[in-house]
């Protein structure tokens, strides 16, 4: 079945504690992203990659962190989570032949 | 600035009351349009693409529709399952891998 997938789904953590969520994708695409949802503000784009080794910016990246050392995963690490990235998180994926993407089930992440 | 804006926030409409939901949005120049469903807890899903205006796009209960300037959703005799937050995204002609999402419609279906 094609998907996207991630871990956690819930995670719990204090201020400071250096935390990865994996992303996963099984459709060989080359276009992977981060979003960030919270209420009103709709899903904002943190980082995406175009392929292997090429990252960039979105429009929310401060705090956070990504890899793509291969073509199927894409972690989002937060190095020193704040109250601020408390948040439910979205990874996505698409193809190079199409537009659309494809969202993983979300992370929620509480941090206290 | 590139933005879209959907109205209205919330919709409550019995069984079998058609209505419309609708995308406006403000781009330089568009690649693509794009309809989501997402259901509470889960992964938003993807329901259509509209590239151009005057294009439409069935499936269902829905149809979507898209104009220069908005799209609409229009659901046609809703079932209850049809109760999600239906999300609209634009992918504009700038930046590499942008997507601007609006902040969705809540739709509830009373049986």
């Known amino acids: 079945e094609a998907q996207v997938t991630q871990n956690p789904r819930y995670l719990i953590t204090v201020t400071g504690k250096k935390l990865t969520v994996t992303c996963s994708q099984n459709?060989?695409?080359?276009?992977m992203s981060w979003y960030r949802q919270d209420p009103g503000l709709g899903l904002r784009q943190i980082y995406y990659?175009?392929?292997?080794?090429?990252?960039d910016k979105g429009d929310v990246p401060e705090g956070y962190k990504v890899s793509r050392k291969e073509k199927r995963n894409f972690p989002l690490i937060l190095e020193s989570p704040s109250p601020n990235q408390t948040s439910l998180y979205f990874c996505?994926?698409?193809?190079?032949?199409?537009?659309?993407?494809?969202f993983g089930p979300g992370t929620r992440l509480t941090v206290t | 600035e590139d933005q879209v804006t959907q109205s209205p926030e919330a919709l409550r409409l019995q069984e079998g009351e058609s209505s419309s939901l609708n995308c406006s949005y403000t781009v330089s120049g568009l690649r693509g349009l794009f309809w989501y469903r997402q259901d509470p807890g889960k992964g938003p899903e993807f329901l259509f693409t509209?590239?151009?205006a005057g294009e439409e796009k069935e499936k269902e209960r829905l149809k979507a529709t898209l104009t220069k300037k908005e799209s609409f959703l229009h659901i046609t005799a809703p079932k209850p399952e049809d109760s999600a937050t239906y999300l609209c995204a634009v992918r504009p002609t700038s930046g590499t891998y942008k997507y601007i999402f609006g902040t969705g419609t809540r739709l509830k279906v009373l049986a």
């Open positions: 996505a994926s698409r193809g190079s032949s199409s537009y659309e993407q494809y």
């Open positions: 459709m060989n695409h080359e276009y």
């Open positions: 509209l590239y151009s």
């Open positions: 990659s175009m392929n292997v080794e090429v990252t």
